[in-house]
């Protein structure tokens, strides 16, 4: 199947810092990515679409100017979590999307904020 | 709206025997994919099987079968023989109606097998 690459798995920030997450199709070209936020033993919020191309569509209640995100080519999305806190801790996952209507996952990325 | 609803929070199951995880699900559209994903402790998203509303015969990934039953709205996932390794969050989720690929989540079920 279709592999994700999601990078970093793991990262420790001080409050105020900014953390960038990257999503890589590593054999497809995704025209579209999606980010997720995760909190423990819940399930997956769609926080935002990455359109490659062009602004990404976030979803109600998610802070654009908080959660950059960037998709600059068909097989690399980036979320910046910009000035972040301790409430921003969280698991984010992206995934991408192919033509038979499956969405593989990346890895995850654990962001704990100190 | 579209919605997917996993009513049991927790599952327990003995090595080696069947269990069912049970996933209902409300849309009006009339096209839409159901699919299954796991979740283990490591956190990765990995997927296991897809039925589609128009699709005749119920999905079968080895071990995994999707009992799908449109007219009650159901898409519960079986898995024979369980295995220690099947220790995991399993999340029912469904592709949004428009044409999108945005995948809706249940809150899942934690499968827990014993040996």
């Known amino acids: 199947g279709a592999v994700v690459s999601q990078h970093p798995s793991r990262v420790i920030c001080k409050s105020g810092t900014s953390v960038k997450i990257e999503c890589r199709s590593l054999d497809f070209q995704a025209t579209t990515m999606f980010w997720y936020r995760q909190f423990p033993k819940k399930s997956l919020m769609l926080m935002a679409t990455?359109?490659?191309?062009?602004?990404?569509?976030?979803e109600q209640g998610v802070e654009k100017d908080k959660f950059l995100i960037n998709h600059a080519s068909l097989t690399l999305s980036t979320l910046t979590v910009t000035s972040a806190h301790p409430e921003d801790s969280s698991f984010y996952i992206c995934?991408?999307?192919?033509?038979?209507?499956?969405?593989?996952f990346g890895q995850g990325t654990r962001l704990t904020v100190v | 709206a579209q919605k997917i609803t996993q009513t049991q929070p927790g599952m327990f199951v003995q090595e080696k025997e069947a269990v069912t995880l049970d996933c209902t699900y409300d849309?009006?559209?009339?096209?839409?994919?159901l699919f299954w994903y796991k979740q283990p402790s490591s956190g990765e998203m990995i997927f296991l099987i897809y039925?589609?509303?128009?699709?005749?015969q119920n999905a079968t990934e080895g071990r995994y079968s999707l009992n799908f039953q449109k007219a009650r709205k159901s898409a519960n996932l079986v898995i024979s023989a369980s295995q220690l390794g099947d220790s995991a969050m399993y999340f029912c989720?469904?592709?949004?109606?428009?044409?999108?690929?945005?995948?809706?989540f249940g809150r899942g079920t934690s499968l827990i097998v014993h040996p």
């Open positions: 990455s359109n490659e191309g062009s602004k990404a569509t976030y």
């Open positions: 989720a469904m592709r949004r109606p428009g044409g999108s690929y945005i995948p809706t």
């Open positions: 039925q589609g509303s128009y699709d005749q």
């Open positions: 995934s991408a999307s192919v033509p038979r209507d499956e969405a593989f």
């Open positions: 849309t009006s559209d009339p096209s839409y994919g």
